[in-house]
């Protein structure tokens, strides 16, 4: 059962940075798609950014584009979201999510969108923009 952690989460001001990373305990997540869902206050979980398993193309929800980056580290154990500009409406809880699928195109994007559904789930980490 892998299971993810995720960190980085805190209270920043508006136009502020910060950095979420999401890890499993001992195993790499090189071979996982893995993407950052975002459930803000009253509102559904939706898929900020993620990436595919087999050739690490991304996908960024384009309210966020241009502000999120979503990354994976050298030896790809990590999968980051680094926020800049941020708003207040980037308020909520962010989740870090994977599935093991690695065969087909667009994976990033087919994980965000839902069109498959994450095997894993983090237990959230809370991002506040507020002055």
């Known amino acids: 059962q892998l299971q993810l952690v995720e960190s980085g989460g805190g209270l920043v001001q508006p136009g502020g940075s910060l950095t979420l990373s999401c890890a499993a305990s001992g195993v790499t997540l090189g071979y996982y798609v893995v993407g950052w869902f975002r459930q803000a206050p009253g509102k559904a979980r939706e898929g900020i950014a993620c990436?595919?398993?087999?050739?690490?193309?991304?996908f960024i929800l384009d309210s966020v584009k241009g502000r999120f980056f979503i990354s994976r580290d050298n030896d790809k154990i990590t999968v980051a979201l680094q926020m800049e500009s941020l708003k207040p409406e980037d308020t909520g809880v962010y989740y870090c999510?994977?599935?093991?699928?690695?065969?087909?195109?667009?994976?990033?994007?087919?994980?965000?969108?839902?069109?498959?559904?994450?095997?894993?789930w983090g237990q959230g980490t809370q991002v506040t923009v507020s002055s």
């Open positions: 999510a994977a599935s093991r699928k690695h065969y087909g195109s667009l994976l990033g994007t087919s994980l965000c969108l839902r069109a498959i559904e994450p095997d894993y």
């Open positions: 990436i595919s398993s087999n050739d690490d193309t991304t």
